[in-house]
């Protein structure tokens, strides 16, 4: 299994629904409730790869809000979401939110739940497990992930090979060369270390390349 992010058509959405009463952060399931999916692709290790690849990547993820769209308390809608990738997940979020994904396995509550209509099963929460990123709204519920991220993260260090960043910023960067502005930015520093080693493999090889004509 890959511990890289990567960018898919949005196909499988997991719900849940935030605690009530959340006594200790331990992770993503003490602070919600999933809803049953079923289907092989949750049985096939689904949600458990997503876990991995989030916390692998951990450092790469930040909250962003996206105004346009609230709930029935004027909560706006949040993401917890891969910068390099925002742009693409922002369009999946319209989608999600307009009820204008085709591909979806199984359909998504999340129009339901902005026109304050009820469902079943009900949910306030979201998570795209193929692109690894959150749906959910409000400030407090902000808190709640980024502490149940970062528990998670620090509880798995043991179990779970977390990665290099730098060799995963070379990856993002060099692999992904529609990336929007601001992940060009967030990425600068690795694109200086690429520039410096290649202009200092280039000199190796044209030194390399001299002494090999002057020898001969």
Not at 40 to 68: C, K, W
Not at 97 to 108: D, E, H, T, V
Not at 136 to 147: P, R, S, T
Not at 157 to 184: C, H, M, P, R, T
Request: aromatic share 14%.
């Amino acid at each position: 299994m890959s511990n890289k992010l990567q960018r898919h058509k949005c196909y499988l959405v997991q719900s849940g629904v935030f605690k009530g009463e959340i006594k200790e952060i331990t992770g993503r399931n003490s602070i919600v409730y999933l809803n049953y999916m079923g289907g092989f692709e949750f049985e096939r290790g689904a949600l458990p790869e997503s876990t991995q690849r989030m916390i692998t990547n951990i450092d790469f993820y930040d909250v962003f809000t996206f105004s346009q769209y609230v709930n029935s308390k004027g909560e706006p809608l949040m993401v917890y979401a891969p910068k390099m990738f925002i742009e693409h997940i922002s369009k999946i979020v319209e989608e999600l939110a307009m009820g204008r994904n085709n591909y979806l396995k199984k359909r998504c509550t999340l129009p339901e739940y902005l026109a304050g209509k009820k469902t079943y099963p009900y949910a306030d929460f979201w998570w795209d497990i193929e692109n690894d990123f959150y749906i959910f709204f409000g400030e407090q519920k902000k808190d709640l992930v980024l502490a149940a991220q970062k528990s998670m993260r620090e509880r798995s260090i043991g179990e779970v090979e977390i990665g290099d960043w730098d060799k995963l910023s070379e990856y993002y960067f060099l692999f992904n060369q529609d990336l929007n502005d601001e992940a060009k930015e967030f990425l600068k520093p690795k694109k200086s270390k690429l520039v410096k080693r290649l202009v200092r493999t280039l000199n190796y090889k044209m030194e390399k390349d001299t002494n090999k004509t002057t020898t001969n």
